[in-house]
């Protein structure tokens, strides 16, 4: 019979020997778990980012939405700066006629509003929204630049931008020249009216700098803000009554512009500004359905966030203090 201490010693060797793979195994299995959480948390970190947000409140500020009604949205309040809505707002999308704001600002910077333009035959060509303008007609440039604001008309928009840039590519160059000086990192064009093109994109984001920018012009301030108006050519005697797109003007209180689009691609775009009781309001939204039944709703939120006497704290992007699914 062996002594009683070489057993003992034994069967901690065969008990350590079952035990140590265990233990490894153990352990390999704790530190998957522990990347496995962490890869979750950072996924749905990047999650919440993509959704929409926006600051907690009570229930008499909330959207009427189950999901976002629209690809891209930022509601923002000038005055102070604060984002008080926004979803997807660095997605670079079609931005369709929105595009006409940066061509109006060269208009303004490069051109005359008393220059007398003559409409080419590829501007009398110019497809989707026109105002059948007849080749050989001259119009001041003033009246070219309220025919693609108010109405988005598309062979205006090329009569002016081929008067001030020589030609449509001459005008495009300036056009993202000014982008970069902006600091649009997310934006290019590819031509002056806003057609649908590979090259031509733009985000929520930028187009609301842009548009901050266009609206302390003067001129373009008070342009995107007339309801209707009268051009007639130089050359002869038939008016074009312009009507503005923008249906939210003259029916929501305070709204001074800015601007529509729409493209197959783009949808139905929209750009607002709006002053109520000492708060301004910009609206961006990008390829919405429903567009004017989402920026009355928006409008109205934004007055109501603005307007509370103890107002909640900004959005941070990142942090979803409230999240709806997307459509």
């Known amino acids: 019979m062996a002594p009683y201490g070489h057993v003992l010693s034994d069967h901690h060797t065969q008990s350590w020997s079952g035990t140590l793979p265990r233990l490894?195994?153990?352990?390999?299995a704790s530190f998957g778990l522990l990347?496995?959480?962490?890869?979750?948390?950072?996924?749905?970190?990047?999650?919440?980012?993509?959704?929409?947000?926006?600051?907690?409140?009570?229930?008499?500020?909330s959207l009427p939405w189950k999901r976002i009604p629209a690809h891209s949205i930022l509601l923002k309040e000038l005055r102070s700066g604060r984002i008080l809505f926004e979803h997807d707002v660095e997605k670079r999308l079609s931005p369709a006629s929105l595009t006409k704001i940066m061509s109006a600002l060269i208009i303004l910077e490069k051109g005359r509003l008393d220059d007398l333009a003559t409409v080419s035959k590829n501007a009398a060509r110019a497809p989707k929204t026109h105002l059948r303008l007849k080749v050989g007609e001259v119009f001041r440039l003033g009246d070219l630049l309220k025919a693609m604001m108010m109405v988005s008309a598309n062979d205006a928009c090329?009569?002016?931008?081929?008067?001030?840039?020589?030609?449509?590519e001459q005008f495009v160059t300036l056009m993202n020249a000014k982008a970069v000086a902006l600091g649009l990192a997310d934006t290019?064009?590819?031509n002056g009216c806003g057609f649908d093109g590979p090259e031509h994109y733009s985000t929520a984001e930028d187009l609301a700098t842009l548009s901050e920018v266009a609206m302390r012009n003067t001129v373009f301030r008070a342009l995107v803000k007339e309801e209707r108006e009268i051009i007639t050519p130089i050359s002869g005697y038939r008016a074009y009554v312009l009507h503005n797109t923008n249906r939210l003007l003259g029916r929501v209180p305070g709204v001074e512009g800015v601007k529509t689009g729409f493209t197959s691609k783009a949808g139905r775009c929209l750009i607002a500004k709006v002053s109520?009781?000492?708060?301004?309001?910009?609206?961006?939204?990008?390829?919405?359905?429903?567009?004017?039944?989402?920026?009355?709703?928006?409008?109205?939120?934004?007055?109501?966030l603005t307007n509370t006497a103890q107002q909640p704290p900004a959005l941070h992007?990142?942090?979803?203090?409230h999240r709806i699914a997307n459509q």
């Open 276 to 304: 109520q009781n000492g708060s301004d309001l910009l609206l961006v939204i990008l390829n919405s359905n429903r567009r004017w039944n989402t920026a009355r709703s928006l409008i109205d939120y934004g007055f109501r």
């Open 158 to 168: 090329l009569a002016a931008v081929e008067h001030v840039g020589g030609d449509e």
């Open 188 to 190: 290019h064009f590819s």
């Open 35 to 61: 990347l496995f959480s962490l890869d979750s948390a950072s996924g749905m970190e990047k999650h919440s980012r993509s959704q929409a947000s926006h600051p907690a409140g009570s229930s008499s500020h």
């Open 24 to 28: 490894i195994l153990g352990l390999a």
């Open 317 to 321: 992007r990142g942090i979803a203090t």
